[in-house]
């Protein structure tokens, strides 16, 4: 049954008091999804995760739930939606039945691409509990973030971001204190490869260590929602210790976007991580509050994106891998974001003048032949196709990319997912139509709802990666990951942008290739957050390094330092600053392999 609260608001008039009964449904909570799916990308925006329809052009299985009203009576039904593709009106229809009989009107087709309440009339509740059944009309990424019944006929929801997270908080009473998960060493933001990485490599270490991530699955852009393979070599490393738990990650080269879902190893990227007796996983929780105590976070709070249920990790050190920056941007730490000037940073490859240009997110996709020829519905309302303009592929690959700096990768992430499969379809529908020969036996396998993303925000650090450092190879005393991917910045494609101007969704580049370099400790953590470390594609780097240490084994032994740097911090007591200003060298003996004085590796003791 869907976790389901009723709220009581006395409203006092003249001298009587009435009873205000408000019964929240939060969508993402129903006790049968169907073939719906939960989409927690858009939590900084909306303050909730949602259901989503995505069908790829068939209606998904109905979402259903059971609903307990606290009174017989009449009630008015809100619904919280929208319509994601207004051009003019969107596919993304459904509608809402209670005990089989439909109530409201269909729903997700408006022409307003706002997320809104509406109003789905008034119902006579004559039962305590009816049956309430969410059904998708055409499998194209209907969605529904809650439903409210209200016996204050004439009650209208608040709609504002702070106004419906306190009005949510009170229904749902996620203002009241959060579960307390316990107290850690490491509390690890972030279950991508750099994530997992920095979890494992500091349960190792001894760490009592907690990995908290905001999907079912762990890896990241190389888990089966994302899918995209591992790139960056850890055989040309200076140091042969790192890159051994990426080695354990790794499951091959599948390649991207690879219809067979199980070829990126999520059981066995979950598997290796609950077997390590140290470190405890917490999969489905959104992060989205620190706590903070004389500059240091103390602790971060999460949210189950299906029951929202909240819970609190408290830490002595915490490692953002959120690749959004999402703790170190809670918790006030200095970070960039989009392309500095070349005054600035003094390198050839730097923007002109410094703007908001990231490179952008990826939903891949792809097709697979069948034995009987199949249709695909017309999408009047996607990015629209030609002879002279289409792209003729059986399976998506890395350029189909949305999000240069029209769209921020953070707020806008909606919109960008959006936009990728208004193209996805579009072509699709396009290839189905018009070039049968090809494609009359193909259907859509896989289409990602879950954007890939490359850039955000980057935590400044004690030092900035620069495209100097990375050209000469310089070779810091703290040197530690050794990087090997070329400086790799995307922009559109000069074709998709002569056809979609300002809606560009495929890309180019141009690979500045460069010999291995090391990446200095002190990149990985933050300059004014003085327990946070970071791994990932959120590192101190200036955008143009970017481009070379984003790729994920590359991230991944970012991860593999940061828990033994959390490990020489925990034995002395001291901060990752402290680690490279007084405990250097034995950082660094961990990282060559050899025993740092004192301490036998192989052997930790338990919880230091």
Not at 49 to 71: C, E, I, N, Q, W
Not at 82 to 96: E, M, R
Not at 182 to 203: E, H, N, P, Y
Request: charged letters at 25%; a neutral charge; hydrophobic letters at 35%.
């Amino acid at each position: 049954m869907a976790k389901i609260k009723i709220l009581f608001l006395l409203l006092f008039f003249s001298s009587a008091a009435f009873a205000q009964k408000h019964v929240y449904v939060e969508a993402e909570s129903f006790s049968d999804k169907g073939g719906w799916v939960t989409d927690q990308q858009s939590f900084v925006v909306i303050g909730s995760s949602y259901l989503m329809a995505h069908g790829m052009g068939r209606p998904v299985k109905d979402a259903s739930t059971t609903v307990k009203f606290p009174a017989k009576g009449k009630y008015r039904m809100w619904v919280r939606t929208k319509d994601w593709a207004p051009f003019p009106t969107g596919p993304g229809k459904f509608t809402i039945s209670l005990d089989g009989k439909q109530a409201g009107q269909v729903m997700g087709a408006s022409g307003d691409d706002a997320w809104k309440w509406y109003d789905a009339g008034v119902l006579d509740i004559s039962k305590d509990e009816v049956k309430l059944v969410m059904k998708d009309l055409t499998g194209f990424n209907g969605r529904c973030d809650a439903i409210l019944f209200t016996d204050a006929l004439k009650f209208t929801p608040p709609n504002t971001l702070k106004s419906l997270n306190d009005f949510r908080a009170q229904v749902l009473h996620t203002s009241a204190t959060a579960q307390d998960a316990g107290q850690f060493d490491l509390v690890v933001v972030g279950g991508g490869i750099a994530g997992t990485c920095a979890a494992i490599s500091a349960a190792r270490m001894g760490l009592k260590t907690a990995l908290i991530q905001d999907r079912p699955v762990l890896g990241g852009n190389n888990s089966s929602e994302i899918r995209v393979h591992l790139r960056g070599d850890v055989d040309k490393s200076h140091y042969p210790k790192l890159g051994r738990i990426v080695r354990e990650m790794d499951n091959g080269d599948p390649g991207n976007g690879n219809p067979n879902g199980q070829e990126y190893g999520d059981d066995r990227k979950i598997a290796i991580v609950k077997a390590e007796k140290n470190l405890k996983l917490f999969l489905n929780t959104h992060v989205y509050k620190v706590e903070m105590k004389d500059g240091k976070i103390t602790a971060v709070i999460g949210r189950n994106i299906s029951t929202n249920v909240e819970t609190r990790f408290t830490g002595t050190y915490f490692s953002d891998c959120t690749g959004d920056g999402t703790v170190g941007y809670l918790a006030g730490a200095d970070f960039r974001h989009g392309r500095e000037s070349k005054a600035e940073t003094g390198e050839s490859l730097a923007a002109e003048k410094a703007d908001s240009f990231t490179l952008g997110t990826s939903n891949l996709w792809a097709s697979l032949e069948k034995d009987t020829v199949s249709s695909f519905p017309e999408t009047p309302w996607a990015l629209q196709f030609s002879d002279e303009y289409h792209v003729d592929e059986t399976k998506a690959d890395w350029e189909w990319e949305t999000g240069f700096g029209n769209f921020n990768t953070i707020t806008d992430a909606e919109k960008i997912r959006d936009h990728n499969l208004r193209a996805v379809y579009g072509n699709w529908s396009y290839l189905k139509k018009n070039k049968p020969e090809k494609y009359a036996k193909r259907e859509l396998a896989w289409v990602a709802y879950i954007g890939g993303k490359r850039e955000s925000r980057r935590i400044i650090g004690d030092h900035i990666l620069t495209q100097m450092d990375i050209q000469e190879g310089k070779l810091y005393p703290d040197g530690t990951v050794t990087a090997t991917w070329t400086i790799d910045l995307h922009f559109p494609d000069e074709k998709n942008s002569k056809y979609f101007e300002g809606q560009e969704f495929f890309a180019s580049t141009k690979h500045i290739r460069v010999a291995p370099y090391t990446i200095p400790y002190r990149c990985f953590y933050s300059r004014n957050i003085p327990n946070l470390f970071m791994a990932g594609r959120n590192i101190s780097t200036t955008h143009v390094a970017f481009g070379s240490t984003r790729v994920m084994r590359t991230c991944g032994m970012m991860g593999e330092v940061v828990g033994f740097a959390a490990a020489v911090a925990k034995k002395y007591n001291t901060t990752p600053r402290g680690v490279y200003q007084d405990h250097l060298a034995e950082l660094m003996a961990i990282v060559k392999d050899e025993t740092p004085p004192g301490q036998t590796l192989q052997n930790p003791p338990a919880g230091k």
